[in-house]
């Protein structure tokens, strides 16, 4: 500090006003859910995360209604579709699709729908004694198969021409990288190999091994998923709620007894119990019994959890005051404890429900999930597992839609506990 | 100290007392009765489980006889397996599960505890965002969808190990990443966040202000006491692994006692549910006592004290 | 007499994602051999954070941006981090405010009281154990061979802080610096411990710089004191001159706030409006203006310098300056240090 700040302005020496002093001081503030949601937003993960999960809600809900079909038709010539398509061209735009165990469908263009070619009596096709209406049965055509002298051929009748398709190249390339390719002959031109691949428009995930559309079925899949993990977590949450808010109230010999029991309860993994009572209870339906399942055993978690916060929360003085005025002990509960516990509540319940959805895909996975023609993601998971190397979209998706799921829960949660946590409160 | 342990083991034994006797109830309350069930049962098989349950004999002696069996590690036949015992597929799917779910044990403490450290040391740094990303991944995707990715890309596309079995060396790695997966990452982010928070600690502090060196402050200061929580939650990571284990040994066509149960749900063969079920209890309230114990030898407090976890 | 302690304009910040805390904001003192320096403030005013700074324990994503501080006529920002360790707990020593959480919990007293003597001398085992229950015996723990080998929970609050203050002695520092060490105890227990420091110091002749909020603690034991507000000193001198001769509003308020013996019945406390300023957005003037009743124009657009009242007395106030108007509680026109 040297000699030229003194040379300042006399007037600067002059009083100032309170108003002047407190423009400096004051900020606006927030009330708690307000500032909250504010911490959310500038969480990028969470709201990834909450996108992923609005995302999914509604393809669930709303998706089937775009949809005529539903989740259980079959059509067995259409069965194990991919969801990409290597389509041979073999006339001006008529465009072929062999599926693995050799059924010809003509792929329409622009819509994407699939028909079947029906297949005709090799031998009546090389004598040339074919009658256009004569149309083999599959047990006349297995029976021909040892008889035939072009081995590897296939034909089949298209309106009235014949389709010749040699499969020997394929045959003898390897399973899982299929290096050839058909060779297809129709109305006199021989196609060798794909000159396209589209993805499926008639089914864009697929079919399963009984033709069944995969996308609507993992849509409803959503549905089954999302139904139990909410109905399941909104049973945990009462059940868990009102028992450890009571317990952590109530306090004394009624707490410990309660705590007691919910210290038995976890003392074996609470999957084992999951899975006796679904042995026990399986034939009657499968949803209500999972849902069921679920409800009784979880809450344990959200007890101990809602007593820990009524045990910190009920020694706070506007506690004592409602009790000072007579407030009765369930209104003190439930409209001033439980409230102000809400944050770790939504946390919990936000990260239950992805777990109620992996409980749920792993019970199907072992066999005790919904039963068909329902499906879960974890029954359509379940069901896919053995051909996993042949036709491995039809896990795939399934696998895919529970992880991303799960992921979008799980970064909302995590986003949520941050966001909810009081002692990073600002302003 | 032995007062507190033999606390614990009594209590453990009156648990899988407990288990065992809602297990047996839980059985027996099956509309119908166990053993008229979507197919009709063998009459050999009817012969001799009327023979060994003594189903006539009024509930009391049976729940005897079971209990009793349960003990002397005796638990009569299989339903669906005419001929086999329980008991052997027991003792004879415990080594391919024992040795997955030990490897998966090695791989969650080996690598998840000090990557945790590590992260926790380096937070914000590169590192810790790539350790955090893989463990948030790895708690939410569920472990069948990580075995069939790994089976469909690692297996059938690069062909680096074999689709399923553990017939060769490679097949282990697969079931036990698999197995390992959510209890790893779980374990990663839970060391971390208690590193954390040890690390915002007075006591550090102070070792700090006496001119500790640093290294001393984090692994004895610091170490002891973030891995408290860790050893808490090794209780439910033997669970996890344990139930894991249906799902994966399914997957991977692994002959271990999770397979063997798995297939018994299917089959609704109800002695071996019965019996894996207390076996499965059993191994866990053992596991808990010992992680209690060894809770106990870490953190002085409880030792004289009544500590709840 | 020289000086064992000079901070120069110190400025230390916490760089957090949500902005810059700028915790202290040029801080000027000095400390003599023998001095026990009281450093008073309300929370948040940069008291803790000085210290801290001294023994370089300031952490990312806090940083000291500028100033010196020297030691012994030693520059302390300049030391690696080696060099740091070795100053530390041998030539200067802190305690802390909690007992009940300054001890690491799963180690016995023994434990980490040697393991301190053994970082900084060349004691065997055995001689750093004979040492640490001498220590705790001059710090009047009762049996202390006996329970050295207990856990800090088995200890009570005193107990603990005594234990402290034993480990924080063991290697005879020069310079003890004590943040609020007992803010967190009885007031009895208060009194103990301020007595033992006293005799401490009294036996080892360290210099002590003691931190706290209590205005009572300062008059029983310092001889010098500083007070902060916002970051920066607002005035320095000796305990007469800062408790009978304020130059500062803010000191002056402090003393009007507090309630004394001899105050007549009815007379109110005067409590000083308003609250702290925001670290993060600091205003551009004296952090104090906003509450003061004096503050003027100036006031609100620079912060004062540290005008000198008598030789040792400053007070940061633009009252002081020999533009402003005279007011009550302002005697004196000073001149800029």
Known sequence: ?427 | MGKYILKRLVVSVITIFLIATITFFMMRAIPGGPFTRERPVPPEILRQLEAKYNLDAPLSEQYVDYMIGLFTFNMGPSFSKIGVEVNELILGGIPASATVGSFAVILIIGIGIPFGIISALKQNKPIDYAVMFLATLGVTVPSFVVATFIIFFFAGRLGWLPTFGIKQPLGYVGPTIALAGYSLSFVTRLTRSSMLEVLRQDYIRTARANGIPEWVVIAKHAVKNALIPVVTYIGPMVAGILTGSFVIEKIFLIPGIGAYFVESITNRDYTTIMAITAFYAAFYILMVLIVDVAYAFIDPRIRFERGSR | MKNILEVKDLRTSFFTHLGEVQAVRGSTFSMQEGDILGIVGESGSGKSVTALSVMGLIDEPGKIIDGTIKFNGRELTSLSDKDMRDVRGKEIAMIFQDPMTSLNPVYSIKNQMVEVIRRHTDMSPKQAKAHAVEMLEKVGIPQAEERIGSFPFEFSGGMRQRAMIATALSCNPKLLIADEPTTALDVTIQAQIVDLVKGLRDEFGMGIIWITHDLGVIAEICTKVIVMYGGMVMETGTVNEIFHESQHPYTIGLHNSIPRLDLKQKERLIPIKGSPPDLMNPPEGCPFSTRCKYAMRVCLEKPAPLFEVSEGHRSSCWLLDENAPKVDDIKAKAKVR
């Open chain 1, 1 to 427: 500090m040297g000699d030229k700040d003194i040379d300042m302005n006399k007037e600067k020496f002059t009083f100032v006003s309170e108003e002047e002093k407190l423009r400096e001081d004051t900020r606006p503030s927030l009330t708690y859910w307000a500032d909250a949601w504010r911490r959310l937003k500038k969480n990028r993960l969470a709201m990834v995360g909450l996108a992923g999960v609005i995302l999914v809600m509604l393809f669930g809900v709303v998706g089937p209604y775009f949809f005529e079909a539903s989740y259980s038709d079959q059509r067995n010539d259409l069965r194990n579709l991919p969801p990409r398509l290597e389509l041979y061209e073999i006339g001006d735009d008529v465009f072929a699709y062999v599926t693995r165990d050799y059924n010809f469908l003509i792929v329409e263009e622009e819509t994407g729908e699939m028909f079947n070619v029906e297949r005709v009596n090799q031998e009546e096709v090389m004598s040339g004694r074919i009658d256009v209406d004569e149309v083999l049965s599959p047990s006349q055509i297995r029976e021909q198969r040892d008889a035939v002298e072009k081995t590897n051929v296939n034909f089949y009748q298209l309106d009235d021409e014949i389709i010749e398709l040699d499969y020997a190249n394929k045959l003898a390339a390897g399973d899982i990288e299929p290096e050839d390719f058909y060779k297809i002959t129709y109305k006199g031109n021989t196609v060798e190999k794909p000159s396209v691949t589209v993805r499926n428009k008639a089914y864009p995930f697929g079919t399963d091994g009984l033709g069944r559309d995969l996308l609507i079925r993992v849509m409803y899949g959503a549905r089954i998923s999302l139904l139990v993990a909410f109905i399941a977590t909104l049973v945990n949450f009462i059940i868990g709620v009102t028992y450890g808010a009571i317990a952590g109230y109530e306090g004394g010999q009624t707490d410990t007894i309660m705590m007691r029991i919910v210290d038995i309860i976890n003392s074996v993994p609470l999957t084992l119990y999951i899975i006796l009572l679904m042995v026990m209870v399986k034939s009657s339906g499968g949803l209500g019994t999972i849902i069921l399942a679920l409800g009784t055993v979880y809450w344990v978690g959200m007890a101990r959890l809602v007593r820990g916060q009524v045990l910190a929360l009920k020694e706070q003085e506007y506690i004592l005051a409602a009790r000072a005025l007579g407030v009765s002990t369930r209104k003190i509960v439930f409209k001033h404890l439980v409230p102000n516990a809400m944050g770790p509540i939504i946390v919990s319940m936000t990260m239950m429900i992805p777990s109620a959805i992996f409980t749920e895909s792993f019970l199907s996975f072992i066999g005790l999930g919904v039963s068909a023609p329902m499906a879960s993601w974890g029954t359509l998971a379940n069901n896919a597992l053995s051909g996993i190397l042949t036709y491995p979209y039809q896990l795939f998706f399934p696998a895919f839609a529970i992880a991303i799921t799960m992921l979008s829960f799980n970064f909302l949660g995590d986003g949520l506990r941050d966001a909810l946590d009081p002692r990073l409160r600002k302003g």
